[in-house]
């Protein structure tokens, strides 16, 4: 992930460093380089924008050009700024509520929704010693009860038994039940996707919340779909209220640019990455790691 930025930008910031003095034109002259890199990473438009200009002000405030050690304080500066706009700090998902903790995973058709949903369940249970149950409310797709069945069986967490004919409510419904009489602190609701955003889903997913008042409502994207996925996060929050992103197939994005805008977008943090198809291929997102990852 970030490959290519990640290059660019060492290579404009290594120009900055080697050069000792700085004139203010060869800070701006960096600058609109760096603009270049974030804009062919696919960043959104108004986040480059404002990334530069923190960038530029506080450079003019801390007067670099006259520093001792101006490209070094660029370098400090930009990475800044990239922890700032990647959202600061982490930010686990939040389970600090009475058992069992309805945790609500939407989004599109193949975003990841149900690897995911396993990925978490999984690691919930290793990682913080959790009872999870799953039960998928899609019954579009004949298939997708089965297919969390199967996962679930694989990394050995409980799935909700399928009933044919229930409606996404009623198995959302009957999850908390089962959760709340078995003592499972955490229940997973996979919701169905579609392959486009349209009403009927959402208000599906509007009406799923009301029955299940989930903790958190995490929308999970496929980061390899760019401003698109940035885009869908804003339209899922404006519409029902998401509470977190998981970003998937962060494996296969060399740009990065959804990662990049997301929290600037939306104002809702990402908190985990898939970064592949096996069951632990599942990363907390930490801004500073990431910013390291972009200066290299
Ligand atoms: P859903 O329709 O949203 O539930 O999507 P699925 O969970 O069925 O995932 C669709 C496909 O994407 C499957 O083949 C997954 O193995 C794959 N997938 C999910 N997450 C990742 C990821 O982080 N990286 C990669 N490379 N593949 C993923």
Redesign the pocket.
């Known amino acids: 992930m970030f490959e290519g930025l990640s290059e660019k930008l060492s290579g404009i910031l290594d120009g900055l460093t080697r050069r000792g003095t700085l004139s203010e034109e060869d800070v701006n002259l960096a600058l609109r380089e760096v603009r270049r890199a974030l804009l062919e990473a696919d960043v959104a438009l108004d986040v480059v924008r404002s990334f530069v200009d923190k960038v530029k002000n506080r450079a003019v405030g801390a007067n670099v050009v006259k520093s001792v050690t101006p490209g070094q304080m660029v370098i400090k500066i930009v990475n800044d700024v990239l922890i700032e706009t990647l959202g600061s700090d982490a930010q686990p998902i939040d389970l600090d509520a009475p058992p069992p903790v309805a945790i609500m995973m939407v989004?599109l058709?193949?975003?990841?929704?149900?690897?995911?949903s396993a990925k978490i369940a999984k690691r919930l249970t290793e990682l913080q010693k959790r009872r999870v149950l799953m039960a998928s409310l899609d019954v579009k797709r004949p298939a997708a009860q089965e297919?969390l069945a199967v996962l679930g069986r694989q990394v050995g967490i409980d799935t909700l038994p399928i009933i044919a004919g229930q409606t996404p409510v009623q198995i959302a419904k009957r999850a908390e039940e089962a959760a709340r009489l078995q003592g499972y602190d955490v229940v997973m609701l996979d919701t169905a996707?579609r392959t486009h955003i349209d009403e009927a889903l959402m208000a599906e997913m509007v009406e799923i919340k009301r029955a299940a008042n989930p903790h958190e409502i995490l929308l999970?994207a496929d980061s390899l779909t760019g401003q698109d996925a940035v885009n869908l996060a804003k339209n899922f929050d404006d519409r029902v209220g998401i509470t977190g992103i998981v970003l998937?197939?962060v494996?296969?994005d060399g740009r990065g640019g959804a990662a990049l805008s997301m929290r600037a977008v939306t104002g809702k943090p990402i908190k985990l990455l898939?970064?592949?198809?096996k069951m632990d291929?599942l990363e907390d997102f930490h801004p500073n790691r990431i910013a390291n990852r972009i200066l290299g």
Do not use: C, I, P, Y
């Open positions: 989004g058709q193949g975003a990841g929704k149900t690897t995911t297919q996707g999970v998937t197939r494996d296969g898939g970064t592949g198809e291929a």
